[in-house]
């Protein structure tokens, strides 16, 4: 069964510091991989997503890397700001044939001014 | 605007009193999902929808039913509330025509508190 695993749970930073989310999952078998960002009490946005096919994603300041072997996803963010500051969660569709999409459980970040 | 709606936002409910949630999306999309968010949990798939008529359970269907009727709208029903699906729920759609646009928009939620 297909686990998504963000770590860390929470993370702060300063203010223009780059930085590196991390998403994991454990069958390689997936169709696309898409991260969102979460403000408190809001829906989730949509930021960057990644096919199967793809070995990353670039949008602004945002850089979305997909290495399927291993089962790993990073979120790049470039030149950190407070506006940043919200939980970012990744989640993975199976592999074709399925529908199913498994989320992880998020990585909260807090940008200090 | 494209957008996923929902309604009603926040709803307060008591055990056993039969609920439905809406979901709209103007997309045309083929595909819609609910899911709900829990503390420590995160997001976990209810159902989802392939096309109209076509619906498939998630990882956690039990107590919920759904139906597609029309391409637009996809409502989560709880014919018998519990205390345990007290809950955020969201509503989500994609399109699955272009393979390489198949992003999932979501709604807003909605918060249910069931006593």
């Known amino acids: 069964k297909q686990e998504v695993t963000q770590i860390p749970a929470a993370l702060s930073v300063p203010e223009g510091e780059n930085l590196v989310l991390n998403c994991s999952f454990t069958?390689?078998?997936?169709?696309?991989l898409q991260w969102f960002r979460q403000d408190p009490g809001k829906g989730l946005t949509s930021l960057l997503l990644?096919?199967?096919?793809?070995r990353e994603q670039t949008s602004g300041r945002l850089n979305a890397s997909l290495d399927k072997s291993s089962g790993r996803s990073t979120l790049y963010i470039a030149a950190s700001q407070p506006g940043d500051s919200a939980t970012y969660l990744c989640?993975?569709?199976?592999?074709?044939?399925?529908?199913?999409?498994?989320f992880g459980t998020g990585t909260r970040l807090k940008v200090l001014a | 605007e494209a957008q996923v709606t929902q309604n009603p936002r926040y709803l307060i409910t008591v055990t056993g009193k039969k609920l439905t949630v809406t979901c709209s999306q103007n997309?045309?999309?083929?595909?819609m999902s609910w899911y709900r968010q829990d503390p420590g949990l995160g997001l976990r798939q209810i159902y989802y929808?392939?096309?109209?008529?076509?619906?498939d359970k998630g990882d956690v269907p039990e107590g919920y039913k759904v139906s597609r009727k029309e391409k637009r709208n996809f409502p989560l029903i709880l014919e018998s509330p519990s205390p345990n699906q007290t809950s955020l729920y969201f509503c989500?759609?994609?399109?699955?025509?272009?393979?390489?646009?198949?992003?999932?928009?979501f709604g807003p939620g909605t918060r249910l508190t069931v006593l």
């Open positions: 989500a759609s994609s399109s699955l025509r272009d393979s390489g646009n198949n992003e999932q928009f």
């Open positions: 069958d390689s078998a997936i169709y696309n």
């Open positions: 990644i096919q199967s096919s793809q």
């Open positions: 989640a993975v569709r199976q592999a074709s044939g399925t529908y199913k999409y498994i």
């Open positions: 997309m045309n999309h083929e595909y």
């Open positions: 929808s392939m096309n109209v008529e076509v619906t």
